[in-house]
Nanobody, 123 residues
């Protein structure tokens, strides 16, 4: 599956952004889908996952602020980000994998990646 993110940008603290990840080559319903982010000088970290069974996971720092969703008709993944903070500033990546494991929470477990979308939150 090929992935392409869109929707990044710059916002002030407290603002909102929605990232989109358009998939091609296969249907995303077969895949674990995830959003990762990487800030300069830091490791890539998992933000949120929707597994192939439809269950979701969020890292603690984004719970109650971010929402992951899928639209099967558009074969796309979304990340709604509210109440953004400067520490959310990072390059955000969409990822997918066909693993039969129940959860895939590590970047090394994903084989398909988008090119990234920059999110910058200013104070």
């Amino acid at each position: 599956v090929q992935l392409m993110e869109s929707g990044g940008g710059s916002v002030q603290t407290g603002g909102s952004l929605t990232l989109s990840c358009a998939a091609s080559g296969d249907t995303i319903n077969r895949y674990h889908m995830a959003w990762f982010r990487q800030a300069p000088g830091k490791e890539r970290e998992g933000v949120t996952v929707v597994n192939r069974y439809g269950m979701t996971w969020y890292t603690n720092s984004v719970k109650d602020r971010f929402t992951i969703s899928k639209d099967s008709t558009k074969n796309s993944l979304y990340l709604q980000m509210n109440s953004l903070k400067p520490e959310d500033t990072a390059m955000y990546y969409c990822a997918a994998d066909l693993s039969t494991s129940f959860w895939l929470l590590q970047a090394t477990q994903y084989n398909s990646w988008g090119q990234g979308a920059q999110v910058t939150v200013s104070s």
